[in-house]
């Protein structure tokens, strides 16, 4: 094999590894944001499961001091919600 012959391979062979390391790059860089949007959504889900232990609360003791009509239906609507999706 020539010197030409060498040098162009050792050329692609450095360019094929150029590419394959780019598209390792760019996988983990996605994989990455895939597991940071995962633990906010897991963070989010705990924040809204507080949210709605507390309106459910504050929805009953409405109700315990007599508030009806709106505060009931909502009431009912959040703990159907609630149940539905446990």
């Given at each position: 094999?020539?010197?030409?012959?060498?040098?162009?391979?050792?050329?692609?062979?450095?360019?094929?590894?150029?590419?394959?390391?780019?598209?390792?790059?760019?996988?983990?860089?996605?994989?990455?944001?895939?597991?940071?949007?995962?633990?906010?959504?897991?963070?989010?889900?705990?924040?809204?499961?507080?949210i709605l232990?507390?309106?459910?609360?504050?929805?009953?003791?409405?109700q315990q001091?007599?508030?009806?009509?709106?505060?009931?239906?909502?009431?009912?609507?959040?703990?159907?919600?609630?149940?539905d999706n446990?």
């Amino acid at each position: 094999m020539s010197g030409v012959g060498i040098a162009q391979t050792v050329i692609t062979v450095a360019s094929c590894a150029g590419t394959l390391l780019a598209v390792w790059r760019w996988t983990h860089r996605i994989a990455s944001r895939f597991e940071q949007l995962e633990e906010q959504a897991m963070r989010r889900k705990e924040d809204d499961a507080v949210i709605l232990k507390t309106l459910l609360a504050v929805l009953d003791g409405l109700q315990q001091q007599g508030c009806n009509g709106k505060v009931t239906a909502a009431f009912e609507t959040l703990n159907n919600h609630i149940i539905d999706n446990r």
